[in-house]
């Protein structure tokens, strides 16, 4: 069982250019999260899904969009990247409300 | 607004005791979340309470008081392995997580 992949490891990306980040567990899990991690800032939630086919913002959405086309996979879309953008992305699912978060390995990904 | 608070560093000796604290306010509580971030890695579950008291698990003890906002994590006999990320987050009442910055402990010989 592999738990959360996410791909790719690392990125380096050039202003402008479209990017998505692909995120699959195989828990079976019915909420999933991205989340980016910048130093001293902690993490932030940039959108989730609590279920298939449906979607929410979390605190810092801008510039980002995903889907949720079934429980699997939940990608991440930067339209035109920015150098603001560069970060760590993380990927988490749980199963219920009070449950626990499980995280992918993330994504490191640089914007010039 | 939703703030959580926790130390940003700190030192301590391997086979030492180190307590790691962190204190919160929110819209609604739903439990609190102790994770441990190695470098470079992603963060790992390691407590949850949602009643008042001390969770105790192997070296590690949680401990929360809900009418404080404060919660603290125990480490005993501590290791070189355990120089790490310490996140504390709370399950606010739309049940998402709200993180603190984080703890960087750092294991001295």
């Known amino acids: 069982i592999a738990g959360i992949t996410q791909a790719p490891t690392s990125q380096i990306l050039a202003a402008g250019r479209r990017m998505t980040l692909r995120c699959t567990q195989d828990?079976?899990?019915?909420?999933m999260y991205w989340y980016r991690q910048d130093l001293g800032l902690g993490l932030r939630l940039i959108h989730y899904?609590?279920?298939?086919?449906?979607?929410g913002k979390g605190e810092v959405p801008d510039g980002y969009s995903v889907s949720r086309a079934n429980t699997d996979d939940f990608p991440l879309t930067l339209a035109s990247a920015v150098p603001s953008q560069t970060s760590v992305y993380f990927c988490?699912?749980?199963?219920?409300?009070?449950?626990?978060?499980?995280f992918g390995p993330g994504t490191r990904l640089t914007v010039l | 607004g939703q703030n959580i608070d926790q130390p940003t560093e700190m030192t301590a000796t391997e086979g030492a005791i180190v307590q790691i604290n962190c204190t919160y306010q929110?819209?609604?509580?739903?439990?609190l979340f102790w994770y441990q971030q190695h470098a470079g890695e992603a963060p790992t579950f390691l407590s949850y309470?949602?009643l008042d008291g001390l969770e105790e698990k192997g070296r590690f003890s949680s401990f929360l008081s809900r009418s404080k906002g404060y919660s603290y994590l125990l480490l005993k006999e501590l290791q070189m392995k355990d120089s790490a990320s310490y996140l504390c987050?709370?399950?606010?009442?739309?049940?998402?997580?709200?993180w603190g910055a984080g703890t960087k402990l750092i294991i001295k010989p």
């Open positions: 899904s609590n279920t298939a086919g449906t979607t």
């Open positions: 828990m079976r899990h019915n909420a």
């Open positions: 929110t819209s609604g509580f739903n439990g």
């Open positions: 988490a699912s749980k199963a219920g409300e009070t449950d626990t978060q499980y």
């Open positions: 987050a709370v399950t606010d009442s739309n049940y998402q997580l709200i």
């Open positions: 309470n949602v």
